[in-house]
C-alpha cells in the first residue's frame, strides 16, 4: 500500500528527479515507511510505501531481472502466492516477497492481458525499457484512485491529485464546468476533477503511452447477463461460499489487521467471517456520537458492542462529539476535492482511532450496492403499489406531501421526509426516480443557482444509465452505482480518510468476483417482498442472529444537519454570507440565503447541498488561495467563537 507518481515526456526531455521527490512529498501520509524511484530518460515512476507485505523486502520500485521492466503499484495483490507459484513454475524467478512483484512476470509472460489475472485492489504503473513504454491502470471497481494530467509536453499522473500541482507550471484551478455536476451529486465524477486540467482515470482502465501516441481502455465491465433458473437456496450458498473466500484473502498481511464495525450487516458478515479464519481474536473498532437526539440516532455503538461479544473479539469503541470545525480543513486537504457526503468524517475519526493499533483494516463498504441495501431500492415496489390507488388520492397525496417538513435528524422527522421523497417520485420512471433520491440539487435548481449555468451536455449519471442497458431495474440501479456513487464517493473517501493516518482498508465485500455473481442474480431474489437484502441476509442466517440480520439501517455519516441549525450555525452563515458568495462569482447569494432559511425552518432537508456549498468555500480556501489547513482551521474556529 502506498501513493504513486510518474512523469512521461513527449518532447523527449529527461524528467527531473527532484519533481517526483517533490511529488511524493505531498503523499508522504499514505508511506511513511519508505520511498523510492526510477528514471529512465524520458519517463520517471515513483512511490512512498506503506509497508504490509514483505517488510523487509518490498521496496520500490521493482524490477525484473534484466531491469527492463520497472513498476510501482498502491494496493494490495490477493491473489499473487497462486499468481507467483505459477509464474516460477514457468520459470521466472523473484527478488522479493513482495504481491506486487507479479505483476511485472505476468505482463512479461502475457502482455497487458495480465490484467484480466488480478485479484486485488490497485493502482500501478509498469515501464517497459525494450518497448519504451509506460502502462498504468486502476483496479476493476476503483478502490484507489488515480488522477492525470496531460499538456503537450507530459503526461503526469498520481494517487492524490495534489501531488500533481508539485508539478511546474501546475497550479490548482476549479474547473467550472464541473461545478454542477458537484452540485447534483454531492461529488465529481470520473473522468472529471475540480482541478481543471486534472482527470480521474476511470475504474478498470489502462492507458498506455508508447512511440508519443497515448491509448486508453476500458479492460472489464460489470456483467450485463442474469442467470435464471436457480433456487433461492442455491443462490445463497452460492454468495456464503464467494463470501467467505473473499475475506479469507483479504486477510493476508504481515502486520497486525483488524475491522470496522457498526453493527450492520455488511460490516458484522466480514467480522463473523474473519473471526472463522483467525486463530487469534479480531480486533474491531466502533464509533458513536455523543450529543441529544440527532447524535443518539448515529450511535450504532451497541450493536456493535452486541456482534463483537458474539464473536469475541478485541473490541475497542470510541464516543466522539468531534470539533467539525477544525478537522474540516484538514480532511477537505486530504480528500483533494470537496464532498458532501459526512461518511468522510467518520470514516477519518475511526480510522485515526483504529490506527492506534493496526496497519490494516478490513470494511463492509459495498454490500449495500451488492445486495439492494439502499432504501431507494424499494422505489420501484412501492410505486408500483402507490400507482394502484385512485388518481385523485394519488394528487392529494402529492400536494400534501410537499408540505411535509424535511429533516433527518429526528425519529419522526426522518420518516416525513422518507414519505415526502417517495411521494414526490412515485410518478416518476425509475431512472428519474433514482436520480431523484441521489441528487443533492436538481438540474433546475442548479441552473437558478450558477451565475454561468456552463455547456449542456449528459452528466455522468446519464453516461451511466446509457452504458446500464440493464432491464431488470435493480441490478441497472447497481450497474449506475458502479460507474458513480461508488467508485467516486464512498470508496474514494475510504481510501483518503484511512490513508490520511497512514490506514490501509480493504473491501472484502467488493471482490470482483462477488461483485460478477450478485450481478448474475435476479433482483426479485436479491430483494423479496419488500425485504432489503433478503439473500445476502439468506446467507448470513447460520453466522448473525436475528437481531443483527433485521435491524433497522442507518448510515455511516454523522448528525450534520442538526450541526448546521446549532453549533456550526454561525460557521455556515459566515461562509455563506453575501460578501464571501458574491467574491467568488459562482452562485446568486440570494438563493444560497434562501437554501439557508429552507433548512432552518425545515421546510426542506438542505444538509447536502449547504454542506457542499461549505464545503466548496472552505477547499476554495486552501487550494484557490492557497493557505494552509491549519491557518484556514483557525479562521473557522474565530467565526464560530
Known amino acids: 500500500m502506498c501513493g504513486i507518481h510518474g512523469i512521461y515526456r513527449f518532447d523527449g526531455l529527461s524528467v527531473e528527479p527532484v519533481i517526483l521527490s517533490a511529488m511524493g512529498d505531498r503523499t508522504r501520509h499514505r508511506g511513511p515507511d519508505d520511498e523510492g524511484s526510477h528514471v529512465d530518460g524520458s519517463c520517471g515512476i515513483a512511490m512512498r510505501r506503506l509497508s504490509i507485505i514483505d517488510l523487509a523486502g518490498g521496496h520500490q520500485p521493482l524490477s525484473n531481472a534484466d531491469e527492463t521492466l520497472w513498476l510501482v503499484c498502491n494496493g494490495e495483490i490477493y491473489n499473487f502466492r497462486e499468481l507467483r507459484g505459477e509464474l516460477q513454475a514457468r520459470g521466472y524467478r523473484f527478488k522479493t516477497g513482495s504481491d506486487c512483484e507479479v505483476l511485472l512476470h505476468l505482463y512479461d509472460a502475457e502482455g497487458d492481458d495480465f490484467i484480466h489475472r488480478l485479484n486485488g485492489m490497485f493502482d500501478f504503473a509498469l515501464w517497459d525499457a525494450r518497448r519504451r513504454r509506460l502502462l498504468i491502470g486502476r483496479d476493476r471497481l476503483g478502490v484507489k484512485p488515480l488522477y492525470v494530467l496531460q499538456d503537450r509536453q507530459r503526461l503526469a499522473f498520481a494517487t492524490e491529485a495534489k501531488a500533481l500541482l508539485a508539478l511546474p507550471g501546475v497550479s490548482a484551478e476549479l474547473d467550472r464546468e464541473v461545478v454542477a455536476d458537484y452540485l447534483h451529486l454531492g461529488y465529481v465524477a470520473a473522468p472529471g476533477c475540480i482541478f481543471n486540467g486534472i482527470r480521474k482515470l476511470p475504474p478498470a482502465t489502462l492507458l498506455a503511452i508508447e512511440d508519443g501516441q497515448v491509448r486508453e481502455w476500458r479492460y472489464w465491465r460489470l456483467p450485463e447477463r442474469m442467470t435464471q433458473g436457480v433456487s433461492e437456496r442455491e443462490w445463497s450458498g452460492r454468495v456464503r461460499v464467494q463470501l467467505e473466500e473473499s475475506v479469507r484473502m483479504q486477510m493476508v498481511s504481515d502486520v497486525p489487521i483488524g475491522a470496522f464495525l457498526s453493527g450492520g450487516v455488511d460490516s458484522s458478515a466480514v467480522v463473523g467471517l474473519m473471526a472463522r479464519h483467525s486463530q487469534q481474536p479480531i480486533r474491531t473498532y466502533a464509533i458513536g456520537f455523543a450529543g441529544g437526539e440527532a447524535e443518539t440516532l448515529y450511535n450504532e455503538l451497541p450493536y456493535a458492542r452486541r456482534v463483537a461479544e458474539l464473536f469475541s473479539t478485541q473490541h475497542r469503541e470510541i464516543l466522539v462529539r468531534p470539533d467539525v470545525v477544525a478537522l474540516l480543513p484538514k480532511l477537505l486537504w486530504h480528500m483533494d476535492e470537496p464532498l458532501s457526503d459526512t461518511a468522510f468524517i467518520t470514516t477519518f475519526l475511526v480510522s ?290
Open 352 to 641: 485515526e482511532f483504529a490506527r492506534q493499533d493496526v496497519k490494516v483494516i478490513l470494511s463492509g463498504v459495498g454490500g449495500d450496492e451488492l445486495f439492494g441495501g439502499y432504501r431507494r431500492y424499494l422505489g420501484g415496489h412501492y410505486a408500483r403499489r402507490y400507482r394502484r390507488l385512485p388518481e385523485w388520492l394519488r394528487r392529494s397525496a402529492g400536494f400534501a406531501a410537499r408540505h411535509l417538513p424535511a429533516d433527518r435528524h429526528s425519529g419522526m422527522l426522518n420518516t416525513l421526509r422518507l414519505v415526502k421523497g417517495f411521494l414526490a417520485s412515485a410518478e416518476m420512471t425509475a431512472d428519474e426516480r433514482y436520480r431523484s433520491y441521489l441528487q443533492v440539487l436538481n438540474r433546475e435548481a442548479i441552473a437558478a443557482l450558477l451565475i454561468e449555468p456552463g455547456k449542456a451536455g449528459p452528466d455522468p449519471l446519464e453516461r451511466a444509465f446509457a452504458a446500464a442497458g440493464n432491464e431488470d431495474e435493480l441490478n441497472r440501479m447497481f450497474a449506475v452505482d458502479a460507474e458513480t456513487q461508488l467508485p467516486d464517493d464512498l470508496l474514494l473517501l475510504t481510501d483518503k480518510m484511512s490513508m490520511a493516518v497512514s490506514l490501509e482498508c480493504r473491501v472484502p465485500l467488493l471482490d470482483h468476483q462477488l461483485v460478477e455473481l450478485a450481478a448474475a442474480i435476479p433482483s426479485s431474489v436479491k430483494v423479496h417482498h419488500g425485504r432489503l437484502k433478503h439473500l445476502m441476509k439468506a446467507s448470513l442466517a447460520d453466522l448473525l442472529p436475528d437481531d443483527i440480520l433485521n435491524r433497522k439501517k442507518r448510515g455511516f455519516g454523522t448528525p450534520m444537519g442538526a450541526w448546521l441549525k446549532r453549533e456550526l450555525a454561525p460557521l455556515l452563515r459566515r461562509l455563506l454570507a453575501a460578501e464571501v458568495v458574491n467574491s467568488r462569482g459562482l452562485f446568486h447569494h440570494s438563493l444560497v440565503d434562501q437554501l439557508m432559511a429552507d433548512h432552518e425552518a425545515s421546510r426542506i432537508d438542505g444538509t447536502d447541498v449547504l454542506l457542499a456549498l461549505m464545503n466548496l468555500e472552505i477547499w476554495s480556501r486552501i487550494y484557490l488561495d492557497r493557505r494552509d489547513p491549519a491557518d484556514v482551521a483557525d479562521e473557522l474556529k474565530g467565526h464560530v467563537a
